[in-house]
């Protein structure tokens, strides 16, 4: 069997595993075992083909997998539904205590709760929204201006 067939049936078989596992990594792996065939087609020797598997390897493993993680890992750009209201300026709607009030919340109004149970914040105060627990957005007032 010539050479470059068992690279691109190693190539094969990585390419599955990597389909299994998604690990980024045995695909790199199966790109070298294909470069190396590529260099058994061309006519070099085991031993420059080998040399040829463990340069692609290596730099794909070095180079390509980190980036691809960190581009994996990152959050999404944009974000969507109620994690965009976080963060957001509110205006209280009625006075709002710890058994609930409303709030308008960038022309939507919701039912709110102080962040701190204890605080109760009047109608018409600009406050921050913290956080959403089902359709109630936990709010806190702002520091007046000095």
Known sequence: ????????????????????????????????????????????????????????????????????????????????GVAALVGREAMTLTEVTRQGGRARIGGEEWTARPYDPDCVIPAGATVDVLAIEGATALIHPREAAL
Not at 17 to 28: C, N, V
Not at 38 to 56: D, E, I, K, S, Y
């Open 1 to 80: 069997m010539q050479p470059w067939v068992v690279w691109l049936l190693l190539a094969a078989v990585l390419g599955v595993a990597e389909l299994l596992t998604l690990t980024l990594a045995l695909g790199l792996l199966a790109a070298a075992a294909v470069a190396a065939g590529v260099g058994g087609v061309l006519g070099l020797p085991p031993a420059l083909q080998v040399l040829v598997f463990a340069a692609t390897a290596g730099a794909g493993l070095v180079v390509v997998r980190p980036i691809a993680m960190r581009h994996l890992r990152q959050p999404p750009a944009l974000r969507t």
